[in-house]
T-cell receptor
Framework: DTAVSQTPKYLVTQMGNDKSIKCEQN?????MYWYKQDSKKFLKIMFS???????INETVPNRFSPKSPDKAHLNLHINSLELGDSAVYFC??????????????FGPGTRLTVT | SQQGEEDPQALSIQEGENATMNCSYK?????LQWYRQNSGRGLVHLIL?????REKHSGRLRVTLDTSKKSSSLLITASRAADTASYFC???????????FGKGTMLLVSP
């Protein structure tokens, strides 16, 4: 009964390729997020989706694009992969933030290695 | 931009001892949250403390918040080997649950 799941867990690919990471949550949450954790464990928000609408979009390259087919899924597409994209990507979800302050539930992460 | 800054960066203690981690931040916040990350895993939420609260408890965890000093502390009492993990504070200063994480404290609890 995984609450937030991501696939794949590991992704090794070459520079210039296009790849996607999938995320699904079964918690009935309205908001989903993508984070990037670098090699020094620094975690930074990339995107947030609320009811299928992008509500924040941090300064990430436009090679990264979130796609939400429904409120239970938020996929991350990455075009023209670069070496610097190597990191662990985490998906998370929470209840709608405007209704109060809520904790976020994180997926297990996808370790992306670009060679 | 980075908001929270945890201190110490690493902490090594024996089982049964208490562990205290501190977090400082720069701007006003809506709430502050603490998360734990075991090696190779995702983050797990521990405690959320709102800006109008000063202290919260959850089991062996105690969190304090001092908004005048822009700082928070996480105390783990009677630590166990299973508490070995990285601990992150995260601030929400937008009200949109946009969390800004610190660099974390690596806690090692030896049996």
């Amino acid at each position: 009964d995984t609450a937030v799941s991501q696939t794949p867990k590991y992704l090794v690919t070459q520079m210039g390729n296009d790849k996607s990471i999938k995320c699904e949550q079964n918690l009935g949450h309205d908001t989903m997020y993508w984070y990037k954790q670098d090699s020094k464990k620094f975690l930074k928000i990339m995107f947030s989706y609320n009811n299928k609408e992008l509500i924040i979009n941090e300064t990430v390259p436009n090679r990264f694009s979130p796609k939400s087919p429904d409120k239970a899924h938020l996929n991350l597409h990455i075009n023209s992969l670069e070496l610097g994209d190597s990191a662990v990507y985490f998906c998370a979800s929470s209840q709608a933030p405007r209704q109060g302050a809520y904790e976020q539930y994180f997926g297990p992460g996808t370790r992306l290695t670009v060679t | 931009s980075q908001q929270g800054e945890e201190d110490p960066q690493a902490l090594s203690i024996q089982e049964g001892e208490n562990a205290t981690m501190n977090c400082s931040y720069k701007t006003s916040i809506n709430n502050l949250q603490w998360y734990r990350q075991n090696s190779g895993r995702g983050l797990v939420h521990l405690i959320l403390i709102r800006s109008n609260e000063r202290e919260k408890h959850s089991g062996r965890l105690r969190v304090t918040l001092d908004t005048s000093k822009k700082s928070s502390s996480l105390l783990i009492t009677a630590s166990r080997a299973a508490d070995t993990a990285s601990y992150f504070c995260a601030t929400d200063n937008s009200g949109y649950s946009t969390l800004t994480f610190g660099k974390g404290t690596m806690l090692l609890v030896s049996p």
